[in-house]
């Protein structure tokens, strides 16, 4: 049973993703079914390897909110490792470079983009680790204090990394730098009403943010090209109208997702932002 729900949650999240990705690139570089789907795929797979890491119990409504963010966070960290260091792709259809460069000069050599990727891999377990660190040694740490630490690391490691790749083309812009990690805090204190899990409540917060600015900048800006594709001529002009066939299905799981968690604030909540005591640690859920 939990395992088909995790496979369903993960099959929308992964849908999600893949609709925002189409919607804003399809114009520029054409629309295939393969593409689409690979997010979606993804996605239900690493819903499933969450699901079995944890032992979620999905007939909660929390617990299905939390584990939607894990798996976006996984999934959008996996497939910009990839494109970004092990990919071989032809950068000239780009204003922004995807591939890692330096100041707007791509690095050809595979050796080096494999060194920076393993460096990334290795700077993100030491968070996972110190994030598991600092909870095993304050098991009793709760309230803001410890959600302003924790919430936002990963809106920050993502503003970092962008400003890292967009800023040498497109300029710094102080409002695009600081969104992130406010955004994620945002988001890492909603999941903090239910979960004392430090990990969770941080990787949930730069799961959510990364939805949420997506859709700010996929549907409230749709005529504006994204980035990496400024200044590049639109190749299939069809695909500006076909495109919005998706718009309600995007809409419908933010509608789901929206509901879902609605319905959490009507279970019990054992967070480190709840507003009562916290049960004992043989009480308390995964």
């Known amino acids: ?54 032992g979620f119990d999905l007939a909660r409504a929390w617990m299905r909110f939390v584990l939607f963010g894990l798996t976006y966070v996984t999934e959008r960290g996996l497939v910009e490792l990839y494109k970004t260091y092990l990919r071989e792709e032809d950068q000239s259809k780009y204003f922004i470079p ?54 936002s690391i990963g809106g920050w490691l993502s503003a970092f990394g962008g400003a890292f790749k967009d800023a040498p083309v497109e300029g710094f812009e102080t409002f695009k730098f600081f969104r992130s990690p406010a955004t994620a805090l945002f988001w890492a204190a909603l999941v903090a009403v239910w979960s004392r899990d430090f990990l969770h409540i941080a990787l ?5 943010t990364v939805a949420t600015i997506e859709t700010y900048k996929t549907f409230f800006f749709p005529n504006k090209p994204r980035g990496k594709f400024a200044g590049k ?7 500006l109208t076909w495109r919005y066939r998706f718009a309600p299905l995007y809409a419908a799981i933010w509608v789901a997702v929206l509901v879902n968690l609605a319905v959490a604030f009507a279970e019990p909540r054992d967070g480190l932002l709840a507003r009562r005591p916290p049960q004992t640690a043989a009480a308390r859920t995964p």
């Not at 804003?24 to 570089?29: N, T, V, W, Y």
């Not at 050599?109 to 030491?126: D, E, F, I, M, N």
């Open 98 to 151: 995807m591939q890692f460069h330096v100041m707007g000069r791509v690095i050809e050599s595979r050796r080096v983009r494999w060194a920076v990727a393993a460096g990334w891999v290795v700077v993100v377990l030491a968070v996972v680790l110190g994030l598991r660190a600092f909870q095993a040694r304050s098991p009793g740490l709760s309230g803001w204090m410890v959600v302003l630490l924790i919430g």
């Open 233 to 239: 001529p639109i190749l299939f002009p069809g695909l």
């Open 204 to 208: 949930c917060g730069l799961g959510y």
């Open 1 to 54: 049973m939990n395992a088909a729900v995790a496979l369903a949650i993960g099959l929308l999240s992964g849908a999600h993703t893949s609709t925002w990705g189409m919607y804003k690139d399809s114009p520029h570089e054409g629309f295939t079914w393969r593409k689409y789907l690979r997010s979606i795929v993804l996605s239900g797979a690493i819903a499933v390897a969450w699901e079995l890491a944890t």
